[in-house]
């Protein structure tokens, strides 16, 4: 019979056993005094915290992130790579440290498995400022992002960045660069809270006009849209990283507003009729915008909803607090650009916010921002 699966535990915890216990014995015996940072960051549901036992059947298992000076990742890379795979035990807390690819061609995820032999371990040795390029297009450990820096990182990756647990820095550039990336700046934050909310005007109204023509569907459809659009906005507003979308919801419901809002959004989606939907999608606007003007970065705008123009259709408007907030940004490279926002405020593709390198990023938010 198989061996049964060991018990799960949150990956970080495991990540932190392979460090302490195993890695960690391994670099002082071999490269005593060398400078380096232990972590588990970047991809991976373990990182964000949303890790289940479901998590266990692809990418995930005692996995560790090591970064070095570009000198010293150059010099002794492979030959940590080598000293792991011949000494790192065969498994951590039952979990296999060995890890293969899928039988199936089209999967290209990872999978535990055990070994005889040499451990494939997924213990990956980087240096430090490659690895930030990679992932947000900025070594930020070497200098703040720029304006442009900021608007072409997909907000999933800064999540992965910042989140997930570092067990050792001894150089301190890791923890230097996470304090950077951690949350945006100020006058960023303004410009991708309009943004937010100018996408949420240029739709709010068309729940109501697409039931008078009775497609119902559609009606569904644009509130779907406009729920998924005050979540990102709630994780604004409190400073939270909008991570990738099957986390959404998850991040979603560890903000101080989700307690009142998850039944105001959730009715908005089950509502099987207009007048219902527009009622809860309303109360959601004003209490999001009730939020807004608690942060104090603009004056109070009134959160009351109202009829959209002429027609009978109850919407927030709302520009009203795009507007503000757009005209109260000082930087000159923020001032006058559209509001188009983020890269992940105007894309939906994951192959781009996922996959693209930085220049791809950069050339795309710079096309948006028609070239500035």
């Known amino acids: 019979m198989p061996a049964a699966e060991p018990a799960f535990l949150p990956g970080l915890d495991l990540s932190r056993i392979l460090y302490e216990e195993a890695v960690r014995p391994l670099l002082d015996e071999a490269f005593p005094g060398l400078p380096y940072a232990a972590a588990r960051i970047g991809p991976g549901s373990e990182v964000l ?8 059947d692809h990418d995930w298992g005692p996995r560790l992130d090591l970064f070095l000076a570009p000198s010293d990742a150059a010099a002794h890379g492979e030959a940590i790579r080598r000293l792991l795979a011949d000494r790192l035990p065969k498994r951590v807390r039952g979990w296999s440290t060995h890890f293969a690819p899928a039988a199936d061609p089209l999967d290209p995820a990872a999978h535990m498995t055990a070994s005889d032999g040499p451990v494939d371990h997924r213990v990956a040795v980087h240096a430090l400022g490659d690895w930030l390029v990679a992932e947000v297009g900025q070594d930020a450990a070497a200098s703040e992002p720029g304006v442009r820096d900021w608007l072409a990182m997909p907000q999933q990756r800064l999540a992965g960045v910042t989140a997930g647990a570092v067990f050792h820095d001894g150089p301190g550039d890791l923890t230097t660069a996470r304090t950077r990336l951690a949350r945006y700046p100020d006058e960023v934050w303004r410009y991708a809270l309009a943004c937010q909310w100018q996408r949420i005007s240029q739709e709010e109204a068309f729940v109501g ?7 119902v569907l559609g009606s569904a459809v644009v509130a779907a849209r406009l729920v998924r659009d005050l979540m990102r ?3 604004l507003l409190e400073r939270r990283y909008v991570p990738y979308t099957k986390w959404l919801g998850s991040a979603f419901a560890l903000l101080d507003a989700a307690g009142e809002l ?7 989606l089950a509502a099987t009729d207009y007048p219902e939907r527009e009622r809860l999608l309303c109360a959601a606007y004003e209490a999001v915008a009730v939020r807004q003007n608690a942060t ?4 109070p705008v009134d959160p009351s909803p109202r009829p959209y123009h002429s027609r009978p259709f109850l919407v927030l408007h709302a520009e009203r607090f795009a507007r503000p907030l757009a005209d109260s940004l000082t ?4 001032r006058g650009l559209p509001l188009t926002g983020t890269v992940d405020q105007w894309a939906d593709s ?3 916010l996922t996959g693209a390198d930085a220049r791809t990023l950069r050339s795309a938010s710079a096309a948006v921002r028609g070239g500035a």
């Open 209 to 215: 006009r697409c039931a008078e023509v009775g497609d």
């Open 233 to 235: 906005l709630s994780l």
């Open 262 to 268: 998850t039944p105001l959004l959730s009715g908005a």
């Open 350 to 352: 994951t192959d781009l």
């Open 49 to 56: 915290g949303f890790d289940t036992a479901r998590s266990a």
């Open 296 to 299: 104090g970065l603009v004056d």
């Open 331 to 334: 930087d000159p490279e923020l």
